[in-house]
């Protein structure tokens, strides 16, 4: 089966700064992953996704990296505002399975 | 609707009691989760629903789980004599067609409570 990991389950950046985030999944036929931001007492909110032929996406403030080799990706905010401040999920999808397995998210502080 | 939406937003429910939760997906969307959140951790996939068929239920952790969305829109999520390790949020999502099928909505949960 598939599971999701995270490497931190916290992280403190000062305002301003770039943040990282990174995740590690188990299954090497996981072709999909997306990114979720959840805030307290909300669901969670999709931030980027990225596909298992792309090594890289980038949104806006976001960018999302994909290392197949060592089933690795990673969430990196730039510039990281109050507003980011929340618990940040990594997910993995395959083919024509449609469940998401969920990571047990990193808890994200911005510092003033 | 903007969302998608969940109702109640809290329930408390005595052992042994059945409960029911709503879901009331994206307009449109043909595709609908459920996921079950402990405190502290990721969302856990409990089924999914293509329309009005239930197409995976390998996530329901026991036959007091039942879910259903007879028209293949609005979706309820039925727990039979619950039990105090029901106690989590419920989480559902709903994704459209095509080039978007991938990005599950989600809604702001039903948190349980089992006393």
């Known amino acids: 089966g598939e599971s999701v990991g995270l490497h931190l389950p916290t992280l403190s950046v000062q305002e301003g700064d770039n943040s990282i985030i990174n995740c590690a999944y188990s299954n090497s036929a996981s072709d999909y992953f997306i990114w979720y931001k959840q805030e307290s007492g909300k669901g969670p909110q999709f931030i980027i996704d990225i596909r298992s032929n792309m090594d890289k996406r980038q949104g806006q403030r976001v960018t999302v990296l994909l290392n197949k080799t060592v089933k690795h990706l990673s969430l990196q905010i730039a510039a990281t505002q109050p507003g980011d401040s929340a618990v940040y999920f990594c997910?993995?999808?395959?083919?024509?399975?449609?469940?998401?397995?969920f990571g047990s998210g990193t808890q994200l502080t911005v510092l003033p | 609707g903007a969302g998608v939406s969940q109702s109640p937003r809290y329930k408390v429910a005595k052992r042994g009691q059945d409960v029911a939760l709503r879901c009331d997906p994206i307009s449109g969307h043909v595709s609908l989760f459920w996921y079950q959140q402990a405190l502290g951790q990721g969302p856990e996939f409990l089924t999914y629903?293509?329309?009005?068929?239930?197409?995976?239920k390998s996530g329901l952790p026991s036959d007091r789980f039942f879910a259903e969305r007879p028209e293949g829109s609005v979706s309820t999520l039925k727990i039979q004599r619950t039990q105090q390790e029901d106690s989590a949020v419920y989480l559902c999502?709903?994704?459209?067609?095509?080039?978007?099928?991938?990005?599950?909505?989600f809604g702001p949960g039903t948190r349980l409570t089992v006393l």
């Open positions: 629903f293509q329309n009005e068929a239930q197409l995976d």
């Open positions: 997910a993995a999808g395959r083919g024509s399975a449609r469940q998401l397995t």
């Open positions: 999502a709903s994704s459209g067609s095509g080039s978007s099928q991938n990005e599950q909505f």
